[in-house]
């Protein structure tokens, strides 16, 4: 196979997708992990646009640009991309000729993605992708660009119809999903909606060796702040035993599974008696004070591992999740213990972003 990483096209800079109306917040964040990796160029988005971009000042390679500022290094991008080409005015009778024109002889890649990013205003055009998408397909696979075996996906980003974003996204290192969102399905025995994201989370923060390893039958949790239940019919699902903490009722059907305790207790103040495997929460309350009392579970090694929800303020919401993981990181590190964080903004959520933290 010619096709390797150093065949590629040089790349302007990197495109990320975001929730329509947190461009601002991954901006914000391209600037600083560029600036924290040594990475020149400048952040720019439109405001509602569903995508924020990150323009280098020289080009570079997109599989070191994608190491550097992909998807799963960052909080509010659902995926990363690195941009061979913008066209601003693709003529209707013809936009594939551009596109291909955009990519090197002997170039491959083994598939393409045609998509719009996840707003309202994008909505009208979702049809044409998926008629577009057949059309490039076809052609990729003439000109003997299509291989399965390259580990780059090409991607074709259209905000309007006469504009589009080229990019390349690296299929090992990328979100697996169109639009880097899971289509997940609502359970019908699940007790609330809010089950979809800790299920996502779960897909999207752990890899497949790890949701394996470390969901077991038996292994125990703690649901934090449980009532009704939909994230701990997530645990139960899994086969574990939880505690729930909540003043609030339990889900009967989930009750009757033989797996859940029911203690009618405050989550901020409620102790284990012994270490468990998970805690989660999904309780609505400050992000510093909800950040506080997950450092001060891991600190105190009462769970192995934890995944929960920080609602963010409606300003400084990329400072605000900053300072508080600063103060978990300064919490769990008094306490000797070091600790490892992921968050992630999910598609599920909303004015939130879903955080893994285990102390290693």
């Not at 390679?61 to 991008?77: E, H, T």
């Not at 074709?156 to 090992?172: K, S």
């Amino acid at each position: 196979m010619a096709n390797v990483l150093s065949d590629a096209p040089f790349a302007s800079g990197i495109v990320v997708y975001c929730r329509a109306g947190f461009e601002s917040e991954a901006a914000q964040e391209l600037d600083a992990t560029a600036a924290a990796a040594g990475v020149a160029g400048f952040a720019r988005t439109e405001r509602n646009a569903g995508f924020a971009e990150f323009v280098l000042t020289q080009q570079g390679a997109p599989d070191a640009l994608l190491r550097l500022l992909g998807w799963s290094r960052l909080i509010f991008a659902r995926q990363s991309l690195a941009v061979i080409g913008q066209f601003k005015a693709l003529p209707r009778e013809d936009r594939l000729t551009p596109l291909l024109a955009a990519l090197p002889a002997g170039f491959q890649v083994g598939d393409v993605w045609v998509e719009t990013p996840d707003t309202d205003a994008s909505k009208p055009l979702t049809a044409f992708c998926r008629s577009f998408n057949n059309a490039f397909v076809q052609q990729l696979r003439r000109n003997g660009t299509l291989d399965p075996r390259s580990p780059w996906r090409l991607h074709a980003l259209f905000p309007t119809g006469e504009r589009c974003l080229l990019g390349l996204a690296l299929i090992d290192h990328s979100a697996p999903w169109h639009q880097g969102i899971p289509r997940l399905k609502l359970p019908r025995e699940a007790p609330s909606r809010s089950t979809l994201k800790l299920d996502e989370a779960l897909q999207v923060l752990l890899n497949a060796g790890e949701r394996e390893r470390w969901f077991k039958p038996g292994m125990s949790a703690v649901d934090l702040g449980a009532a009704p239940g939909g994230w701990t019919w997530q645990l139960v699902r899994r086969g574990l035993h939880v505690t729930a903490v909540d003043n609030g009722p339990m889900d009967e059907a989930l009750m009757a599974s033989g797996l859940v305790a029911h203690k009618r207790e405050d989550g901020f103040r409620f102790q284990p008696r012994q270490r468990v495997e998970w805690m989660v929460c999904d309780m609505v309350e400050q992000p510093r004070r909800v950040a506080a009392r997950m450092a001060e579970w891991l600190a105190a090694g009462w769970c192995h591992r934890s995944v929960f929800n920080l609602k963010l303020p409606m300003k400084k919401r990329y400072l605000e999740v900053q300072q508080a993981f600063d103060a978990m990181h300064a919490t769990v590190g008094a306490a000797g213990r070091e600790l490892e964080i992921r968050a992630k903004q999910l598609y599920h959520d909303r004015e939130e972003i879903t955080v893994f933290a285990q102390t290693r």
